[in-house]
């Protein structure tokens, strides 16, 4: 069983990924899409005139405030454009997709951050009416026929709430929660760099092997959206996963095999090392 | 088995339709639900400066010129906005929904119509480059499987090629084509009219009951998307579908429950007359 998480960033393409996931659908392997589609929603919003708000936590993460309004565009540019997308290119290469959100079957079910901290030129404040979420449960009965119905499940990043509103989740953390909750052999997260660098942006230093034991050091050197990619796969083995592979989804040629063979940031939890 | 068709149109209330759904999924009802989203899609193209372009056939439908922005922009409105909010809101009545489009699984297979031809300003054309297709089959095995999983199949009218490329789809039609896939007893149409009317728009001249040799009768006074209905109920009944209800989707009470008690249209094949 694999995970494999595209990133909506640009200069990811989806062609080569998508090639990628048909032949190893036709070896046989069992697969789950997820993606994300950030850079859809931002363009959405500006078009819409609803530009995107990022906040910044007191711990350094970068999110997007997520009003109710930003939730639909959010859910029209990840659904209705980015899923819809990927479908239709994984069934032009004979591929039986299905695309998902984390709301159906409430298969991936979260808690709502009501309120947020951030910082804001340099002052501490709370924001409400937020709509993000954080997953809790995972309830992978819709997964499980699907794929046993020979499908590939594509799952954009939506969950819901316990009193079922929708929520806009970190694909990222979905893919790590998907691949704990499926037994995942592997999580592969596929992204505009190369890998894990120890000095970003110079790709020369890329990590290639990385004990899990090493992630919490690994936190500190990671920039901007690594951060969360780090912490999904700190997750992902936490949950379970033996293996997550972070690699460069911008290759024109196998970007996904060549991860699976050995390309990019592999974090192992037997990995000696530490 | 039950399917039932939401319209699109203005006036047509979700929510009491919704509570209907998650009554009759509570008595145990298999149910398959089918939306349009027309009027999402036009407000989107309007918002994002690509207006809707109605064409009008030489037979007297009308029926939308689907370029491939059009598509997408289709795509964002019908998946992404009110397939994800009527799952949202089924989901916080306890409805195990799932939000699905035709090609998802290749659901619905249609044959692309490349070229319309149209009748504009008294002059017949023939437009190209169009992503409108005709329903040619449908695959049930993924509504079977997430049916005896005790889901609730909602489904934007999206359809896909043989080559793999994305169709804009009539709902109406959609509906009735899975109606007799699923060999359903009864497809209901909800819309924002009590019926089919003799002389519309007067309401007082609904129609309650219409044995399906009278169809064709009804084909010449039914007016404008009415025109679609009736078609799609005479798909619906030439596939082995008992009964066919056309009935007022704006409702606040039970919309959904009366028409099954006996409003709007029925049409069936076995009654008599003609």
């Not at 700190?234 to 996963?241: D, F, I, S, T, Y």
Request: charged fraction near 25%; aromatic fraction near 4%.
């Amino acid at each position: 069983m694999l995970v494999v998480k595209i990133g909506g960033t640009e200069g990811v393409h989806f062609g080569p990924i998508c090639r990628d996931v048909a032949q190893l659908v036709q070896q046989g392997q069992r697969l789950v899409l997820v993606h994300g589609g950030s850079a859809e929603a931002n363009a959405l919003g500006e078009a819409l005139g609803h530009p995107p708000r990022f906040v910044t936590s007191p711990s350094g993460f970068t999110s997007r405030y997520t009003d109710r309004k930003t939730l639909e565009i959010f859910a029209m540019a990840v659904l209705g454009k980015v899923n819809a997308l990927l479908v239709e290119q994984l069934l032009s290469l004979g591929v039986p997709a299905v695309g998902l959100t984390g709301m159906d079957g409430r298969l991936l079910q979260a808690k709502r951050k009501e309120t947020i901290r951030v910082v804001e030129k340099g002052k501490r404040k709370v924001l409400r009416g937020d709509y993000t979420g954080k997953i809790q449960e995972v309830h992978r009965d819709l997964l499980d026929r699907l794929l046993e119905g020979g499908y590939v499940p594509v799952l954009a990043p939506l969950a819901v709430s316990e009193k079922g509103e929708m929520l806009n989740v970190d694909a990222d953390r979905a893919a790590a929660m998907v691949a704990a909750a499926m037994q995942a052999d592997t999580l592969v997260l596929l992204t505009g760099a190369p890998g894990l660098l120890r000095a970003f942006p110079d790709e020369s230093t890329l990590i290639p092997r990385l004990p899990a034991a090493r992630l919490d050091e690994a936190m500190e050197y990671a920039q901007g959206r690594m951060k969360k990619k780090v912490l999904a796969a700190r997750e992902a083995l936490e949950g379970g996963v033996p293996r997550v592979i972070i690699a460069d989804g911008r290759q024109e040629e196998r970007p996904l095999l060549r991860a699976l063979e050995g390309a990019g940031t592999w974090i192992e939890a037997s990995m000696a090392g530490g």
